[in-house]
């Protein structure tokens, strides 16, 4: 943006593009709806005390920009959002062309000076950096009160007729309400377009304002230059870093930091400056949540990061624990029903022990249903992995293992020998639920999901 105007007039070191105004000007128009958020979230937990602020929010933040800004205005010749992005205002000669480059290369310090904002100035750009953006809020929110009942209904709506012997304050509401609806459109019409105008006036150099309401009170955005930064460090130097001398105090005056006289003159300062730092990194780390939840790039990171994990099995309590790789012996897994689960966990229905199934001890290839390598690995929600066909019949009910255990069907062609005894009634088959765990599957076979390698 800077190329365009540096054809026709030369480049100016001290020109702010409009890129860098208008990025001011968003990164100050966050200010407001992010410390809203944070204090309605302050306020859930201390309504009590927090709720008035809240409610009267618009208000109490002018009061705070007011002090913040006037500080800025005073001490870096900039808004607090200016002076984060290296720019300051000044006043424009009322001169030809209202250019002095001579004199600006040769006295930088006096040209300086003499631009500096007066106290007039800082209190007109306070009424055009507080005052407008506040009025706008307090407009654009009556508006959207107002205004739709009369779009909604038609022009038949007349609901606010003003009464025949009216008060003063009913006149003002129905005379505000006429305004908001008829009026007040094309106003901010008016506002957007002008601003549209003097942007697209400074982009190409045929004005040197950026806005309308720095046109009216005759002040500018420049760059920040080496004569601004020499004078901040005096000025900082200048500060009193320790308290006055016993010969320059008031008798009875403490030299304590605590004192409110030194109070005011080192900690409230220095309170208003680390906002300069504190904010601009609250903005972004909010806007950084915000584009982290909203966006798929967080669940496609997390689940890169577990693609490549082995996770254990979960411990389940009330399982009996798988004994040591000494005690293994795994040329014969056993493959019988005749023994039963030292611990099964018990329904909370049926109060009745549930068939569970031992976890293949010293490999985790095998299935636990059937004590065989695993094919087609299916997850159960419970994180054991098992055979496909196994674990669909085993939470449908019709394995042959869960038959001969229960004494209801044959398992004999599959390896799995009858009981002697039937365990119809006193025992749940694992119907519905993991085979390990006996925890209940939801969704039944739904619910189970196929491991892809």
Wanted: hydrophobic share 40%.
């Amino acid at each position: 943006m800077e190329f365009i105007s540096s054809i026709q007039h030369g480049l100016d070191d001290h020109k702010p593009s409009l890129f860098e105004l208008l990025s001011e000007q968003q990164l100050s128009a966050l200010l407001p709806p992010s410390l809203r958020y944070l204090l309605a979230h302050i306020t859930q937990r201390h309504p009590r005390y927090l709720l008035r602020i809240l409610n009267s929010f618009d208000e109490v933040y002018a009061l705070i920009a007011i002090l913040v800004e006037r500080l800025y205005l005073q001490n870096y010749g900039g808004s607090f959002t200016e002076n984060f992005y290296g720019l300051k205002r000044e006043r424009v000669l009322h001169i030809k062309g209202g250019e002095i480059p001579r004199a600006q290369l040769s006295t930088p310090i006096i040209v300086r000076e003499t631009l500096a904002l007066q106290r007039d100035d800082v209190w007109k750009n306070l009424a055009v950096m507080v005052g407008v953006p506040y009025l706008k809020r307090k407009l654009d929110e009556s508006y959207d009160i107002h205004a739709p009942q009369a779009r909604l209904f038609g022009p038949t709506f007349n609901r606010d007729n003003l009464p025949p012997n009216a008060t003063i304050k009913q006149r003002i509401m129905y005379y505000y309400k006429w305004f908001l609806r008829h009026i007040y459109p094309s106003i901010n019409a008016a506002y957007y377009f002008s601003i549209l105008a003097f942007n697209l006036a400074y982009l190409f150099d045929t004005s040197k304002y950026h806005s309308p309401f720095l046109w009216l009170i005759g002040t500018r955005i420049r760059r920040l230059g080496a004569a601004d930064y020499q004078a901040f460090a005096l000025a900082a130097d200048a500060q009193p870093g320790v308290a006055p001398s016993p010969s320059g105090a008031r008798p009875g005056e403490s030299s304590s930091i605590l004192h409110p006289r030194m109070l005011g003159q080192r900690l409230y300062p220095a309170l208003l400056f680390s906002l300069k730092l504190f904010l601009p990194t609250s903005i972004f780390a909010l806007k950084f949540l915000e584009w982290w939840h909203a966006s798929n790039f967080a669940r496609q990171l997390s689940k890169k990061a577990t693609e490549s994990l082995e996770l254990p099995p979960p411990v389940i309590a009330g399982l009996k624990k798988a004994p040591k790789m000494s005690d293994l012996k795994e040329d014969s897994p056993e493959r019988s029903s005749s023994h039963l689960p030292p611990n099964p966990p018990i329904s909370s229905l049926s109060h009745l022990p549930i068939y569970v199934v031992d976890y293949p001890r010293g490999s985790t290839g095998l299935c636990p249903i059937c004590v065989s390598p695993v094919q087609t690995p299916t997850a159960c929600q419970t994180g054991y992995v098992f055979c496909y066909t196994c674990i669909y019949k085993w939470v449908d009910g019709s394995h042959e293992r869960q038959a001969a255990f229960m004494g209801t069907g044959g398992g004999e062609e599959e390896g799995w020998a009858k009981e002697k005894e039937s365990y119809e009634g006193k025992w749940e088959s694992g119907k519905g639920r993991c085979a390990v765990s006996g925890r209940r599957v939801l969704g039944g076979t739904e619910g189970l999901r196929r491991i892809m390698a």
